[in-house]
């Protein structure tokens, strides 16, 4: 509990340092965000009256009491190209970027720790380089393609040479199948790599060889004995793997024309709509401090000695 409460107040202290960020960004800007927002050639008295309705003329405390006033009341300002409510548009289209990043984590554990654990009992001792080699170097090479490229690559393959499934829309089970693979093939293989070596670490210890000596079966040895205590460093990565999905979707919803978080922001970004892009950095930004405080909560659960060991 005590770890619990110091991560929390490590999280509300991170939450106010994201808050104030946002805030600062529509004054950090150079230039006015009111004229780049409705262009150069907007009458003055529009740009004044909008001026007025963001409070932008009031002075800077006076605007962050406001700001922090309306977070709290879930009121997250207007935006300047829609004129509806930040909170609205992101409510609408946050649910649409959830469908793609909860399916493409599942999709990664489910890969990855199979695997990993596969080519660690294949793999132990030194045994099948080859097929170290080629798992390790196929990790490597999936790792490092971006998500926009891969999701442009199974476009072209799949969608384009090989009809078998639409280039976009979200209307049938089987549209969701490509950026759900763009947004889970590249954290798969960096979470399988990480799977094999922390249990290569865990296979050598003497609970393990104390466990092969009552002849218990494979599948309880590995399963139940060395799996468990590998999965600490592999919750960890599965966590910011969660929360790095979560940004990918941005160029991924893009690539699919998928109206999500993602698509949000770009829009925003290039037509100047700042307060959607602070609604929409406030979002992204809580969602991964929020995971990482579960994650750090779940692995004291599971493993009280870095709760104590930090104490």
Do not use: C
Request: aromatic share 8%; glycine share 8%; hydrophobic share 55%.
């Amino acid at each position: 509990m005590a770890f619990a409460l110091r991560r929390t107040r490590r999280f509300a202290v991170s939450l106010w340092v994201l808050v104030t960020a946002a805030f600062l960004m529509i004054h950090l800007i150079p230039g006015d965000p009111v004229r780049g927002a409705l262009g150069l050639t907007a009458p003055v008295e529009l740009i004044r009256e909008r001026r007025a309705a963001l409070g932008l003329d009031d002075p800077l405390w006076a605007q962050y009491l406001d700001f922090l006033r309306g977070l709290v009341t879930g009121d997250l300002g207007t935006s300047m190209v829609s004129d509806m409510p930040v909170a609205q548009t992101i409510g609408e289209r946050l649910p649409e970027t959830v469908k793609l990043a909860l399916p493409a984590f599942a999709l990664v554990l489910a890969a990855a720790i199979p695997a990993g654990l596969v080519m660690a009992v294949l793999t132990r001792g030194g045994r099948r380089r080859a097929g170290e080699l080629a798992f390790t170097s196929a990790g490597v090479f999936l790792a490092a393609i971006p998500e926009f490229l891969l999701a442009v690559g199974l476009v072209y393959a799949f969608a384009v040479q090989l009809p078998w499934f639409p280039v976009a829309g979200r209307d049938e089970l089987i549209s969701y199948v490509l950026p759900v693979l763009a947004l889970a093939i590249a954290p798969a293989a960096i979470l399988a790599r990480i799977v094999r070596v922390e249990l290569l670490s865990v296979l050598g210890d003497d609970y393990i060889r104390t466990a092969r000596a009552k002849r218990l079966t494979a599948r309880v040895v590995y399963l139940r004995h060395a799996l468990p205590n590998a999965l600490t460093a592999t919750l960890t990565v599965a966590g910011l793997t969660l929360t790095g999905m979560v940004v990918g979707t941005v160029l991924v919803e893009n690539v699919f024309a998928w109206p999500g978080m993602g698509s949000t922001i770009v829009e925003s970004i290039l037509r100047k709509d700042y307060p959607m892009v602070q609604g929409v950095v406030l979002v992204y930004g809580a969602g991964v401090l929020l995971v990482n405080l579960l994650v750090d909560v779940l692995l004291a659960a599971l493993d009280p000695r870095s709760a104590i060991k930090e104490g």
